[in-house]
């Protein structure tokens, strides 16, 4: 990534002081949720969310040792610092839902052919790739926590809302890095990575609305309805990512709901 020094280490600098403040705030979060509440899912449904569960938390498991890596190479140690907070966050979402899954008994997975592809297209490519495939992966999570969130059992609901209030902040994170790594691109550029990017967003989404069906099913979400709104994010987050439409500038941790927090969200993060 090419970088104006000054803005963006500022930049950065905000987003580490954010992560570092989430801290506390996960610290509170965590605790209001029911862990010791008794399961109240069928059989059937407690198989699936198990089965789909079992993949998300091995895909939030990384080190990130690759990515940090890369990042290095940018000479910027305010973004080094906000990226290993954000590393951190994830690895708190993979501690979160292995908590779920020991709640029913379940183990977790070692590897998963999706996770394996994931990784293998993250290694082989530089960071901006890297940080894209993040940035989709974030978008097609978001519709199925806002699912899980409605759920019937108690500590899924909970998990599934704490995680949403990091990954509504973790995508603008995310565009804030691909902002400043295509800062100095030229318009073809921009726009040949954007397309590369709603290929494999396409992607993504179906491949987790086949492999997840069954999870989606006992939420009460069909295959098709997760896909259209797992792409609306995508439609929403890719161009501001590779500066085609809005402002240029850095969106930074929002106070106020960002874009991305909606309506279904808000409902419930207040419900309780």
Known sequence: MTTDNHSESHTFDAWATYFEANL???????????????PVLSGADTVALVHSLQKFELGESGE????????????????????????????????????????????????????????????????????????????????????????????????????????VEHIRFQIDQLRAGFERSSMVTRWVAAAAAWVVALGAATVVAIDHGPALHALGLRRLTFWRRTLRHA?????????????????????????FFTAAQRANATAD
């Open 64 to 167: 990130g040792k690759g990515l940090l890596a890369k990042a290095r190479g940018r000479n910027d140690a305010s973004y080094d610092a906000a990226l290993v907070l954000f590393i951190a966050e994830e690895q708190k979402h993979s501690a979160l839902f292995a908590g779920a899954l020991t709640r029913f008994g379940a183990e977790r997975l070692t590897s998963d052919w999706t996770d394996g592809v994931f990784v293998v297209l993250r290694r082989l490519m530089g960071l901006r790739t890297e940080v894209t495939l993040f940035l989709i992966a974030e978008t097609v999570a978001m519709e199925y926590f806002e699912a899980l969130g409605r759920s019937s059992d108690p500590v899924l609901r909970g998990v599934a809302r704490r995680v949403l209030t990091d990954e």
């Open 24 to 38: 506390e705030r996960h610290e509170r979060l965590d605790a209001g949720i029911p862990w010791a509440s008794t």
């Open 235 to 259: 439609a929403r987050a890719l161009p501001q990512a590779f500066r085609l439409s809005g402002t240029s500038a850095p969106f930074g941790p929002s106070a106020p709901p960002s874009v």
